[in-house]
């Protein structure tokens, strides 16, 4: 009988602590949405057009399209390059990198210097709105990270790694409510990892290296400050932003000038209409109807008169 009672509160504190977890999880995403600092578009300049730059070296194994410039400095050996469809410009070791990588670095101070609210380490499952993140150590994501600019085109996402940022297989970035990769930006203090065939959306702006394992895709760019990037089978696709489209102004009533209404003159004999016009009656006004209503017209002044009068004689008494 014991063992069945102690099966039972089990069995309840179970049922009880699904939920529990579930509430707690909730608040604690309401808590992390409610704090979300407003975050501003991060400036890349001319790192802009490129989909790839790296510090030492760019290496590539199996079919790999990039959508955008690729570019390397100080280093200039990119390893594969003939297994690469690019649909963009190499400018490897050359002066248009060189002016890349200076913009790169202020960008990735920039998206360093915004003020964020903590998140935790793993992204997974969470679902969040515009505003500037960060974690207490390496940021990792398994699963999916869902982005909601909650019908803002120009909604701004950050996330600030103290470390590494790593991504498990299969994991994504889902953009929901006019979220844009193009506003979404990572900062990495150490390195970067995209697992087998994830799905990632956004600019990774790694201090060291970018590494993207077999058949990893990303709508935004892989930007390596000192170290190198590298590729397997993947495919980087340049964001582009949907602009919002200007309210249409609303146009201002034009005030229409109302004509004062015409007065026409009464014929003799005629009766008025209210509208300018008037009903032509006989030349005369028959007697007897004139009579009547002056008749009506003394009863009805008359009667509160008559009223009041009685009304005193009855006090009176």
């Not at 398994?142 to 803002?152: E, F, M, R």
């Not at 799905?199 to 990893?216: D, H, K, N, P």
């Not at 008037?278 to 509160?304: D, F, K, Q, R, Y």
């Amino acid at each position: 009988m014991q063992h069945s009672t102690t099966t039972a509160r089990r069995r309840t504190a179970a049922r009880v602590a699904v939920p529990a977890i579930a509430v707690l999880t909730a608040v604690s995403v309401a808590l992390i949405a409610g704090g979300a600092q407003a975050a501003t578009p991060v400036p890349l300049a001319t790192a802009d057009a490129f989909v790839v730059l790296a510090g030492s070296t760019i290496t590539n194994t199996g079919p790999t399209t990039l959508n955008g410039d690729i570019g390397l400095f100080p280093g200039s050996a990119i390893t594969d390059l003939g297994t690469i469809t690019l649909n963009g410009t190499n400018h490897a070791g050359d002066t248009v990198t060189q002016g890349a990588k200076t913009d790169l670095v202020a960008a990735y101070d920039n998206a360093a210097g915004q003020t964020p609210v903590a998140v935790p380490v793993e992204l997974g499952g969470l679902v969040l709105p515009a505003g500037a993140y960060t974690s207490g150590g390496a940021l990792g994501l398994t699963g999916t990270l869902t982005l909601d600019a909650a019908g803002d085109p120009n909604a701004v996402f950050i996330f600030q790694s103290a470390s590494d940022l790593i991504t498990a297989t299969d994991s994504s970035v889902s953009l929901i409510n006019g979220a844009q990769a193009c506003n979404v930006y990572w900062q990495v203090t150490s390195s970067a990892t995209l697992g087998v065939r994830s799905a990632f959306s956004g600019t990774i702006m790694a201090l060291t290296s970018i590494a993207l394992q077999t058949g990893a895709t990303i709508e935004g760019r892989a930007l390596a400050r000192n170290g190198a990037v590298t590729l397997d089978s993947n495919t980087i696709t340049r964001p582009s932003c949907t602009v919002a489209p200007a309210p249409t102004p609303t146009a201002t009533p034009t005030a229409t000038a109302t004509a004062a209404p015409q007065v026409t003159a009464v014929p003799t004999g005629g009766i008025a209409t209210g509208d300018g016009s008037s009903v032509t009656g006989p030349s005369s006004v028959n007697p007897g109807i004139v009579a009547a209503l002056i008749a009506g017209l003394a009863l009805i002044a008359w009667l509160p008169a008559r009223a009041v009068k009685a009304g005193r004689a009855r006090s009176d008494r």
